[in-house]
């Protein structure tokens, strides 16, 4: 299976589909007006199968606290986003120098 990405304007389904593939998986943020893009590096089928247990209510949470953390952390991205008038959040990956 291909990972050709997944998108979603649902700030709390992101942050459900963060905690079952990791932050990581948020690639890409964007905001235009009241509009907003989350951008995820996961398989659109997937993400559509999720989506149809999150409407349905039957998408399991079994850490909420660490659900939280994913939230938490993704309406912070649009608090900054939104402070600083940027309109788009990728991440910046620390490269960590290497001992010689």
Same mark, same amino acid.
């Given at each position: 299976? *291909?990972? %050709? #990405? ?13 905690? &079952? ?22 398989? *659109?089928? %997937? #993400? ?13 949470? &079994? ?38």
């Amino acid at each position: 299976m *291909s990972v %050709d #990405g997944y998108q979603t304007q649902d700030v709390a389904y992101c942050a459900a589909l963060c905690y &079952t593939y990791g932050i990581e998986a948020l690639t890409k943020v964007e905001i235009d007006g009241h509009l907003k893009i989350f951008h995820l590096d996961i398989a *659109s089928n %997937d #993400g559509e199968e999720y989506l149809k247990d999150w409407n349905s209510g039957q998408f399991n949470v &079994t850490d909420l606290k660490t659900f939280m953390k994913m939230y938490s952390n993704i309406t912070q991205i649009l608090r900054d986003l939104t402070r600083t008038g940027e309109s788009e959040w990728t991440p910046r990956w620390q490269i960590v120098p290497t001992r010689r």
